[in-house]
């Protein structure tokens, strides 16, 4: 009898994986078929010119002129470093409004590749600047509001740190 039931028991289980590697095998064909992702690939799409002309009419509304930001008076070296990048930040996205939707789909990218270092480097900065007591909340507020970078996050991210920046050593 015990021999019997480990045979039975060995069939019911080698049909039970035969069906699933059955319900599996498209789909690892499928997978196998795609070429796999490079680390030069993105894992989205690059932004189209129209997006990107759209976020960074935004977020020029949204920022005080580059008058304001001159007249500004910084204090701390984390405060000048902050100034400088959102004065790249800005020079881009003056860039990208003079373009306007005509740019190429490659002027768009590198654009917004410029913008995704100004703003991972003010993410470093403000995230420096919460550990010495600076605006964390407000910083920390656009983190949260704005998490990522695809679909316009990370302009939006640049401007709303920008506004925390200029309440900080009060522009305008």
Same mark, same amino acid.
């Given at each position: ?55 960074? +009419?935004?977020? $020029? ?20 470093? #902050? #100034?400088?990048?959102?004065? +790249? ?32 480097? #003010? ?7 919460? @550990? ?14 704005? $998490? ?12 709303? $740190? @920008? ?10």
């Amino acid at each position: 009898m015990k021999h019997s039931t480990k045979r039975a028991i060995s069939k019911t289980v080698t049909s039970v994986l035969v069906f699933i590697l059955a319900l599996a095998a498209p789909a690892l064909l499928a997978a196998q078929s795609k070429p796999p992702i490079t680390p030069n690939q993105s894992f989205g799409a690059a932004p189209t010119a129209n997006e990107v002309y759209s976020w960074a +009419r935004t977020a $020029k509304e949204k920022l005080p002129s580059s008058a304001a930001w001159d007249k500004a008076k910084t204090e701390t070296e984390t405060q000048r470093d #902050m #100034m400088r990048l959102i004065k +790249r930040g800005q020079s881009i996205i003056e860039h990208v409004v003079e373009r306007g939707s005509a740019m190429s789909a490659a002027e768009a990218a590198n654009y917004d590749r410029q913008m995704r270092t100004v703003v991972e480097q #003010m993410d470093k900065l403000s995230d420096g600047a919460a @550990a010495k007591g600076g605006p964390s909340s407000c910083f920390g507020g656009c983190d949260k509001q704005y $998490k990522g970078w695809g679909k316009g996050k990370g302009w939006n991210r640049f401007w709303c $740190k @920008a506004a925390c920046f200029k309440i900080e050593i009060h522009v305008g």
